[in-house]
């Protein structure tokens, strides 16, 4: 199993950028899939999350500004990111709980994408 983030990069204050992040493999389920992300010198933190049935979690700083969605036909979980500040500035990790065929469930990460807020 697999994860896949892409769309990261450079934006200016105020400005959007979607993330998307795809799990491949052999899976038979996925559990809640999320976003957490890692500034230089901090801890890595919990942007959002979004369970299977949909319900949504969000860290308060990134509320009314970021949107979680997922596509469970796609097993693929979306980061819509608005009004985007320079302490958004960080690398963005997906994460996913997962059984794997054969397997109990355990947490998957993708590698990390940048996400850039600069003017």
């Known amino acids: 199993v697999q994860l896949q983030a892409s769309g990261g990069g450079l934006a200016h204050p105020g400005g959007s950028l979607r993330l998307s992040c795809a799990a491949s493999g052999s899976i038979f389920s996925i559990n809640a899939m999320g976003w957490y992300r890692q500034a230089p010198g901090k801890q890595r933190e919990l942007v959002a999350f979004?369970?299977?049935?949909?319900?949504?979690n969000y860290a308060d700083s990134v509320k009314g500004r970021f949107t979680i969605s997922r596509d469970n036909a796609k097993n693929t979980v979306y980061l819509q990111m608005n009004s985007l500040k320079p302490e958004d500035t960080a690398a963005y990790y997906c994460?996913?709980?997962?059984?794997?065929?054969?397997?109990?469930?355990?947490?998957?990460w993708g590698q990390g994408t940048q996400v850039t807020v600069s003017s």
């Open positions: 979004i369970t299977s049935g949909g319900s949504t």
């Open positions: 994460n996913a709980l997962i059984i794997a065929l054969g397997y109990s469930m355990r947490d998957y």
